[in-house]
């Protein structure tokens, strides 16, 4: 839940600094070499052998989720919630449990609960109403197509953090794949050429009135290290699946926060496809309190459950030497 709440608020803080002249590359190198260098100095002043197990046992991993779930997520983010309202922008993205569930079944061979698919199929109608798809023409194609992205690269999160994090602490995993996305978004855009002078800027965006560096912090400390490092912790107690469908609670901080900071409001259907979405998450959830496949050592095996294709959830895990 705090994850959730946390990367609620990136949609308005991205907005702002896109009307602060930043483009969606300088928002995601900000926050993302922020959060790296506080991070990485925190577990490499508290866990060097930590460090430096996970970097050399699971740095395969760790480069999928730096790359994939840390820089592609934040940068198409960025160009999202530029383009379209941060409350359609947030459950576009959010079609991430439809592809996690869907990959674990029909890939991994984990069979679902019958009340999932449901609770997956009346989610799909609610993000259906909320994109208003007879309308469309309303919505920017970039913005959706970018939305949609954040959805596929957010559910690499899901599916490939356990693997991690069944022998590495997600404090040093969450270090790792944040600098790896920081480093890959320097690659690509160097950081000598970020405007460092707008930073000392006031920018005014709807109610909001802020020095543009105090919108930085909040979103690189706030919407990024305290909201991936207590999403990535969540997933050690929880299966792929349930990790996505409770990120979902963004949903609602994503609405709130556009309408507390941007004066954004959506529209009658929006907001009932926003119910909708939410009614089929409680439904999916209801399942995994009752299905004898999801408890107990669903609960405490979490992610890694799923790691070896058609091993259930509650499965015992085999040693790596296979006693």
Same mark, same amino acid.
């Given at each position: 839940?705090?994850s959730?709440c946390?990367? %609620?608020?990136v949609?308005?803080?991205t907005?702002?600094?896109?009307?602060? %002249?930043?483009? #969606?590359?300088?928002?995601?190198q900000?926050? /993302?070499?922020?959060?790296a260098?506080?991070l990485?100095?925190?577990?490499a /002043? &508290?866990r060097?052998?930590?460090?430096?197990?996970?970097?050399r046992?699971?740095?395969?991993?760790i480069?999928v989720?730096g790359? =994939?779930?840390?820089?592609?997520?934040?940068?198409?983010?960025g160009?999202?919630?530029?383009?379209?309202?941060v409350?359609?922008?947030?459950?576009l $993205? =959010?079609l991430?449990?439809v592809?996690v569930? !869907?990959?674990? +079944?029909?890939?991994r061979?984990?069979?679902?609960?019958r009340?999932?698919?449901? *609770?997956?199929?009346?989610?799909l #109608?609610?993000l259906? /109403?909320? *994109?208003?798809v007879?309308s469309?023409l309303r919505l920017?194609?970039?913005g959706?197509?970018?939305?949609?992205?954040?959805?596929?690269a957010?559910s690499?999160?899901?599916?490939?953090? *356990?693997?991690?994090?069944? +022998?590495?602490?997600?404090?040093?995993?969450?270090a790792l %794949?944040?600098?790896i996305g920081?480093l890959a978004?320097?690659?690509?855009?160097p950081? &000598?050429?970020?405007?460092? !002078?707008?930073? +000392?800027?006031?920018?005014?965006y709807e109610?909001v009135?802020?020095?543009?560096w105090v919108?930085?912090?909040w #979103?690189?400390f706030?919407?990024?290290?305290?909201?991936?490092?207590?999403?990535i912790?969540?997933?050690?107690?929880?299966?792929?699946s349930?990790?996505?469908? =409770?990120?979902?609670?963004e949903?609602?901080?994503g609405?709130?926060?556009?309408?507390?900071?941007?004066?954004?409001?959506l529209?009658?259907v $929006?907001?009932a496809?926003?119910?909708?979405v939410? #009614? %089929?998450?409680g439904?999916?959830q209801?399942s995994?309190?009752?299905?004898p496949?999801?408890?107990?050592p669903a609960?405490?095996?979490?992610?890694?459950?799923?790691?070896?294709?058609?091993?259930?959830?509650?499965?015992?895990?085999q040693?790596?030497?296979?006693?």
């Amino acid at each position: 839940m705090v994850s959730a709440c946390t990367f %609620g608020t990136v949609g308005p803080a991205t907005k702002v600094l896109s009307s602060a %002249g930043l483009t #969606a590359m300088e928002i995601a190198q900000a926050r /993302l070499t922020f959060a790296a260098v506080l991070l990485l100095a925190f577990v490499a /002043l &508290t866990r060097p052998r930590a460090l430096v197990a996970a970097a050399r046992q699971a740095y395969g991993v760790i480069a999928v989720l730096g790359v =994939f779930s840390f820089a592609t997520l934040q940068t198409l983010c960025g160009v999202a919630v530029a383009r379209i309202p941060v409350g359609v922008f947030v459950v576009l $993205q =959010f079609l991430s449990p439809v592809i996690v569930v !869907g990959w674990l +079944r029909c890939v991994r061979r984990v069979p679902q609960p019958r009340l999932v698919w449901a *609770g997956t199929g009346v989610v799909l #109608a609610g993000l259906l /109403l909320v *994109g208003e798809v007879w309308s469309r023409l309303r919505l920017d194609v970039v913005g959706v197509l970018a939305a949609l992205g954040t959805a596929a690269a957010l559910s690499v999160r899901f599916l490939v953090a *356990g693997r991690a994090l069944a +022998r590495h602490d997600p404090v040093t995993v969450a270090a790792l %794949g944040i600098a790896i996305g920081a480093l890959a978004l320097n690659v690509v855009s160097p950081v &000598t050429a970020f405007p460092y !002078g707008t930073l +000392r800027d006031t920018v005014r965006y709807e109610s909001v009135s802020a020095p543009v560096w105090v919108v930085v912090v909040w #979103a690189a400390f706030v919407a990024t290290l305290v909201a991936y490092l207590s999403g990535i912790a969540a997933q050690q107690f929880l299966a792929p699946s349930a990790a996505s469908l =409770f990120a979902t609670l963004e949903v609602v901080a994503g609405a709130g926060a556009a309408y507390l900071f941007l004066g954004e409001t959506l529209t009658p259907v $929006q907001c009932a496809g926003v119910v909708t979405v939410l #009614a %089929g998450v409680g439904l999916a959830q209801r399942s995994m309190r009752t299905s004898p496949g999801t408890r107990g050592p669903a609960a405490t095996v979490g992610a890694a459950a799923y790691d070896r294709p058609g091993r259930t959830a509650g499965e015992p895990e085999q040693s790596p030497r296979g006693t």
